[in-house]
């Protein structure tokens, strides 16, 4: 990462002024926003549309503009300081470093296996000659290769055709069911029918991110974007993301009102298998292929950017973790010691690929299930609450600063999320 960073940053010192110019740079945003919208996001959105119709559309709006407000700070801290979000959180105090490797190591354990059977079912569907399981290792391999030798360019074109992909099928699907357009344009007045604020939250707080928001920094760093002058470019690419990740949203929330409504979905991935047979039934199987293939691109993108962005994460937490007291740090020293060809870096990778494959032969244990949910509710929080403490303070230059808008939406986060760990808290010791 560390030559590969370099040369970026030289390679893109000049900012673009075009539009034209600007399209072209747009990228880490499209990564940040593909990788925290899995299959699951997708489901739990279709339910809602199922149960709900469109009412709930304006709660994937509310979403959207908070996750966009997240990535905005997230990117700012990066450009403006010339530190990692890592190299934030250190200056707060060993406890959040602590904090963050144990939720690293846990996480990465039981998601790696998750992501790997998300993208396995879908081509289970299509080629049922081998089993999920054997499919999700397969996935899992192939991710690994593709981030272990793939520099940053390559990953992030192969994302966005993936991206491509999903907005084809996914949006494709969406217009195939015929929405009505009176009704959805309805459902962005704001309205919370009986029942259904946890879906509310659910939809705000799942338009696409836990952990891999904190990423986007990093894959700004490894496009070449350094200073403060490429943040009206930051907030372009972090805007265009989130506003396709919104789309995506909409799309499924709209095909779960017109072809499920009042129907009861299975929960978990394999509620997009339903709907691939529903829409077998209703259309013919030409209709089922495409939405599976569009089912994959959903996982196998969050496998993919997982691998990279919370892998890079890692490696700077490890830097970080070894730095004397009060040592002096920078993007520099990130460069120089962490990044894709750091060990650091490659343990990660190898502990989302190969250990979690164990997992895919057995239930997932009750304590560890646990231990995974309460460290991943407090992250969102944790994120939120961090970022307004650091772009408030004189860790970064006036240029980026907070303004009202930005702590407004910070705060609401924080509240918002931190409802939402507790809720998620309680329901799982109430299992």
């Not at 880490?28 to 919208?37: C, L």
Request: net charge neutral; with cysteine; charged share 15%.
């Amino acid at each position: 990462m560390s030559n590969e960073a370099g040369h970026a940053g030289v390679a893109h010192e000049d900012v673009p002024v075009t539009w034209k110019a600007k399209i072209r740079q747009i990228g880490p945003g499209i990564m940040a926003a593909a990788t925290g919208v899995g299959a699951g996001d997708l489901v739990a959105t279709m339910v809602a549309g199922s149960r709900y119709g469109y009412t709930l559309l304006w709660a994937v709006i509310v979403g959207t503009i908070f996750k966009i407000a997240l990535g905005e700070a997230v990117g700012r801290w990066h450009l403006a300081s010339g530190r990692t979000i890592l190299s934030g959180w250190r200056t707060l105090g060993k406890w959040v470093l602590v904090y963050f490797g144990a939720y690293a190591v846990v996480w990465g354990f039981v998601y790696g296996a998750t992501a790997m059977s998300a993208s396995g079912l879908p081509l289970n569907a299509l080629f049922p000659g081998l089993s999920v399981r054997y499919w999700a290792m397969i996935c899992g391999v192939v991710g690994f290769l593709l981030v272990w030798f793939g520099r940053y360019a390559v990953i992030e074109k192969i994302m966005t055709v993936f991206v491509g992909i999903m907005f084809v099928t996914v949006v494709g699907t969406a217009v195939l069911v015929t929405p009505n357009l009176f009704d959805a344009a309805e459902g962005f007045v704001p309205r919370l029918p009986s029942g259904s604020f946890v879906y509310v939250l659910g939809l705000i707080g799942g338009v696409g991110g836990t952990i891999t928001m904190a990423a986007y920094g990093y894959w700004t760093l490894a496009k070449g974007w350094r200073t403060s002058r490429w943040m009206p470019m930051m907030r372009l690419d972090n805007t265009v993301g989130y506003v396709t990740t919104a789309i995506f949203v909409v799309a499924m929330l709209i095909v779960g009102a017109e072809l499920l409504f009042g129907q009861d979905v299975v929960s978990g991935d394999e509620g997009l298998l339903m709907l691939g047979d529903i829409l077998a039934q209703e259309y013919g199987q030409w209709a089922r292929i495409p939405f599976l293939v569009g089912f994959f691109a959903v996982s196998f993108t969050s496998l993919i950017g997982v691998w990279n962005g919370v892998s890079l994460l890692f490696a700077d937490w490890w830097r970080t973790w070894r730095l004397p007291a009060h040592a002096e740090d920078s993007v520099e020293d990130y460069d120089r010691k962490a990044g894709r060809r750091s060990t650091a870096f490659r343990v990660y990778v190898l502990w989302l690929t190969f250990p979690p494959m164990a997992l895919l032969f057995l239930d997932r244990p009750f304590q560890l299930t646990v231990t995974y949910g309460v460290l991943g509710a407090f992250f969102m929080p944790f994120l939120a609450g961090t970022l307004l403490f650091l772009l408030n303070s004189n860790r970064v230059g006036p240029e980026g600063r907070s303004r009202w808008l930005s702590n407004t939406l910070l705060t609401v986060c924080l509240v918002l999320f931190a409802y939402l760990a507790v809720d998620e808290i309680i329901g799982l010791f109430n299992e």
